[in-house]
């Protein structure tokens, strides 16, 4: 009789701290409705890593990630790209989410290259777009749309990433190289999807 008691205790104890536990971490997230809007932006082509145009319009009805990177980076952009590709393993089955990295160095990131690139990524590939095009059009890209400013040289971009809803507005910009800009990054991500099911 002791021994149901004592179970029955560890029991409802259990329950209780995962009942706290939810609601702790759900309260500690901030409702979508109170992610910040940045507003619509206008999309945007350029060429992908197959070496076709792509145009973000087809994004539309997606969460999408947006960051700046190029190939021959050397530490920043691989850690970076490292931890996009841990964020796409926390969503392995979702359809509604994409990546999209674009280059800072057009002239050396051709889209053959891209492609060789993005193979050391595979958890990121069935949802990555790379993307390469004119040096200017990338430049106003980052200042124009993004608000990171100009990109005159290639060590010097933002590893900013950028969430954009599924009605192409951007919803937050996030640490790309800390581990706390990650895990907001991935709590946004989560409810966005889980909103928008």
């Not at 993005?118 to 993307?131: E, G, I, N, R, T």
Request: hydrophobic share 40%; charged share 25%; net charge neutral.
């Amino acid at each position: 009789m002791r021994s149901i008691s004592n179970n029955l205790t560890i029991l409802t104890a259990a329950i209780f701290g995962l009942i706290l536990s939810y609601t702790f971490f759900f309260r500690a997230l901030p409702a979508v409705s109170e992610l910040p809007d940045y507003g619509k932006i206008e999309s945007f082509q350029l060429i992908d890593s197959r070496d076709q145009l792509f145009d973000t319009a087809s994004l539309t009805g997606k969460v999408w990630v947006v960051s700046f990177f190029f190939t021959s980076c050397p530490e920043v952009c691989p850690d970076l790209n490292r931890r996009l590709a841990m964020i796409a393993d926390k969503f392995p089955k979702e359809d509604r989410l994409r990546f999209v990295s674009i280059s800072v160095d057009p002239m050396r990131d051709t889209p053959q290259r891209l492609d060789e690139y993005s193979k050391h990524f595979p958890s990121l590939q069935a949802k990555w777009h790379l993307l390469t095009g004119e040096k200017e059009k990338i430049s106003s890209i980052s200042d124009q749309l993004f608000k990171l400013g100009k990109i005159d040289d290639p060590n010097m971009h933002s590893t900013r990433i950028i969430l954009i809803d599924s009605k192409q507005s951007v919803r937050g910009y996030f640490r790309g190289r800390e581990d706390q800009g990650n895990q907001e990054l991935v709590k946004a991500i989560s409810q966005m999807l889980n909103l928008e099911h």
